[in-house]
């Protein structure tokens, strides 16, 4: 398996691991243990960033994929995936904000935008795994 073709794998495993992240940090902040929230949510955006990275990579060189399941699926997967798609371009300055105003100490305005940017990121790292189960492991090309 070349590098390229391996990416999608690599792509679904890092979101699935911000996707733990994002949830210990969730569940840390309402245990008020604050510095493991801080260390769990700067993990998921360090893993996010590599996760844009090898995505951008996969994109350049790489068609897009078409899916393959029966015509009775292709509104629920179109649906997921713009879905997926409109959220993981929003999430990008939304969780820039979101851990600036942190790194910031302004935490009250952190938590203002935390309040969306969260489930709104939570969203995107599992739907993109669901994209990827969808396309190479349910309906592969």
Known sequence: MSLIAALPHLNAILNAIAAVFLSFGYYF????????HRACMVTAAAVSAVFLVSYLAHRANAPILVFNGP???SIPYYTLL???VSLSIAIVPLVALTLWRAFKGHF???RKVARWAWPA??????????VYWILYQVYPG
């Open 82 to 84: 713009i879905s997926h």
């Open 108 to 110: 009250e305005m952190h």
């Open 29 to 36: 902040i309402r245990n008020r243990q604050i510095e493991r």
């Open 121 to 130: 990121w939570m969203y995107v790292s599992i739907s993109g795994i669901a």
């Open 71 to 73: 015509n009775s699926l």
